[in-house]
């Protein structure tokens, strides 16, 4: 739904062409009657994005055939174009994210968040570091000032383009950008001092964070940051797992909270 980072009247219908298969697939499987109905008709009116996810996302392919086929027919263009901010607005993060340079000051799990917490959690100096769900990388250039090597995992491809350039723009020589999913992370065992995330693990608690321990050293640490969100609960899961909470005052009140635990094999 509706996360209020963007307006979404900026924004065209097209922005679906700059979608990844998983999201696709996720944007596919939402079962809402109000939103499927929306979805048919824009995606009605607008072949060439049906055409697009059909291909990109093969296993979608019927669901998009039949979504088009019962689509109502005539809809006025002002009838299509609130079928699409209908349908943007249900997956407003997907279009955050074609715009990545919009993420840093819109996203709110993003704005305000200081570096320098993150790096109280742990010791970062000459560890390498694994940043799962990338993003727009604030967790991992706030690593890479210490960190003797930081791998950015991030898998839409127009954030790790945003991410790249920004590297070069930075002249950094220690950040990798790679694609992959925290539940199928492409690592060997074992492998990383600190492995990190912020706004990223709870879709499948179980098999994100099994994979996120794997891939960490014995005795390294992993790292949750959600940002600055007063107005979200502590993480009652992370809790029951035996995940440390800390905060600090928020800037706009309340409290920010991080997480972290020591992983023992």
């Not at 607005?89 to 993003?110: A, Q």
Request: hydrophobic letters at 40%.
């Amino acid at each position: 739904m509706a996360l209020n980072w963007i307006d979404v009247n900026d924004f065209s219908f097209h922005s679906l062409l700059l979608l990844e298969r998983f999201q696709i697939r996720l944007l596919c499987g939402i079962d809402d009657p109000a939103f499927r109905a929306s979805f048919a008709r824009a995606l009605a009116g607008h072949p060439a994005v049906a055409w697009y996810l059909a291909h990109r996302c093969p296993e979608c392919a019927d669901t998009v055939a039949q979504l088009i086929a019962c689509a109502p027919h005539g809809a006025s263009p002002e009838e299509l174009r609130s079928c699409e901010l209908s349908v943007m607005s249900w997956v407003e993060d997907f279009i955050t994210y074609t715009r990545p340079e919009l993420m840093d000051t819109h996203c709110g799990f993003i704005a305000h968040w200081d570096p320098a917490r993150l790096l109280e959690l742990a010791d970062f100096k000459n560890k390498t570091i694994l940043d799962v769900g990338s993003g727009s990388g604030r967790l991992a250039f706030a690593a890479a000032g210490l960190a003797r090597e930081v791998y950015a995992c991030e898998p839409v491809e127009t954030l790790r383009a945003y991410l790249r350039s920004r590297i070069r723009r930075e002249g950094l020589n220690n950040v990798r950008v790679v694609d992959g999913m925290a539940d199928s992370l492409p690592y060997p065992n074992d492998l990383f001092d600190i492995v990190m995330s912020g706004h990223v693990v709870g879709d499948d608690y179980d098999g994100e964070l099994t994979e996120l321990a794997r891939v960490t050293k014995p005795g390294g640490w992993l790292i949750d940051c959600p940002g600055e969100e007063t107005h979200c609960a502590p993480d009652q899961e992370l809790l029951r797992r035996g995940w440390e909470m800390l905060s600090y005052p928020s800037h706009l009140g309340g409290q920010v909270r991080r997480y972290r635990k020591r992983v023992i094999k």
